[in-house]
């Protein structure tokens, strides 16, 4: 069957930037050819880019509004809580601003979970026949143009759109975990995000403590992958260029997960923890060092491994082994 086949109405799509345009791609590719597609984007260029890739299937929409007008389903995927606010709550220009009765509105942006909670509420209130998710994904850019990104999807193992949902998520990605209940997936990923930015900390100053103690990176590598401290960001991101070829510190950090990035959601995790009364106390040192790389112009811009960068870490050992 083909994904998502059979369910009812057009599907709209808001925010096409580096995550976006190649999820909305995904589902101009794969699903049926009479479903179209209505999307919205502040920069009118992405929005042309799209519809001229996809003649018959794109569709130009001038706001969130007009979306929520020609869909039954939606998906937003912008920068912060602020923009996913204006796309929903706008009075004006928001999707709330029509009638969005009975349709299905999935935010797969990473935001505060204030923040998709209160959309929820509105919506709730409103329209108490309309579902709202939030689903954020992780993957990157890489994977997003794969096709293999997760989705966090922030409802319970009995929502009734549980299926459908898994069907529409998987022609853009891999996994769909559904997280128990709203905003859990967003949670989720906050909770995730924080655990691997301190752990890229550790880890560039385990790899530097010890290469300046004189032991070879990929040793450390093996010895860590052997031993206790065995981690993904060691074995395939570590932050040591020339220690794992695929990772982007092995490629000038490029094509990874940007440090300001990974600084908006550690931030959010913060925010998260001190909501719920959890305490964390590397989150400040993690904090200020992720603040500090992104300010840094050796650093902006980078894969978020570049941390080893900014905290001094020898980056030419292979010219000293040679
Ligand atoms: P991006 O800045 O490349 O794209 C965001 C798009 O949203 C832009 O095209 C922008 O014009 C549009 N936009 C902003 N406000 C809007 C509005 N009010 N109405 C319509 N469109 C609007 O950002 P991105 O990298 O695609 O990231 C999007 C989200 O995904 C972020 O929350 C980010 O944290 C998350 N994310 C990103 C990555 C990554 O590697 N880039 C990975 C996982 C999750």
């Not at 057009?10 to 999307?39: D, N, R």
């Not at 799209?50 to 706001?63: H, L, M, Q, T």
């Amino acid at each position: 069957m083909t994904p998502f086949e059979g369910s009812e109405g057009s599907i709209g799509f808001i925010g096409l930037g580096a995550m976006g345009m190649p999820m909305a791609t995904h589902l101009a590719k794969k699903l049926p050819t009479e479903k179209q597609i209505y999307v919205y984007d502040i920069a009118e260029d992405l929005v042309d880019g799209f519809c001229a890739e996809f003649p018959n299937k794109g569709f130009k929409c001038a706001s969130a509004k007009e979306v929520a007008e020609k869909t039954s389903i939606i998906i937003s995927m912008v920068p912060e809580g602020s923009h996913v606010r204006s796309v929903y709550l706008d009075g004006k220009k928001g999707i709330c601003s029509s009638d969005t009765s009975k349709k299905i509105l999935i935010d797969c942006s990473t935001i505060d979970t204030a923040t998709s909670l209160a959309v929820k509420d509105h919506i709730a209130e409103h329209f108490p026949t309309a579902y709202f998710y939030d689903a954020p994904v992780s993957g990157g850019v890489v994977g997003a143009v794969k096709g293999t990104i997760a989705f966090f999807l922030g409802c319970s193992d009995a929502d009734p759109n549980l299926h459908l949902l898994t069907q529409l998520l998987q022609t853009m990605g891999s996994q769909v975990i559904p997280c128990g209940g709203p905003s859990l997936g967003l949670a989720a990923k906050l909770s995730n995000n924080y655990l691997s930015g301190i752990i890229a900390i550790a880890c560039s100053e385990a790899m530097d403590m010890g290469m300046r103690s004189g032991l070879d990176p990929r040793t450390l590598a093996k010895v860590y992958a052997a031993g206790t401290a065995q981690n993904t960001i060691c074995d395939k991101f570590n932050p040591v260029p020339g220690v794992y070829p695929e990772a982007p510190s092995s490629k000038g950090y490029k094509q990874g997960f940007k440090v300001q990035l990974m600084r908006k959601d550690f931030a959010l995790a913060m925010e998260m923890a001190q909501r719920v009364g959890s305490q964390n106390v590397l989150g400040q040192s993690g904090l200020d060092t992720y603040t500090a790389a992104s300010n840094d112009p050796r650093c902006r811009d980078l894969d978020s491994r570049v941390v080893y960068r900014y905290l001094g870490g020898k980056e030419d050992w292979t010219a000293e082994e040679k």
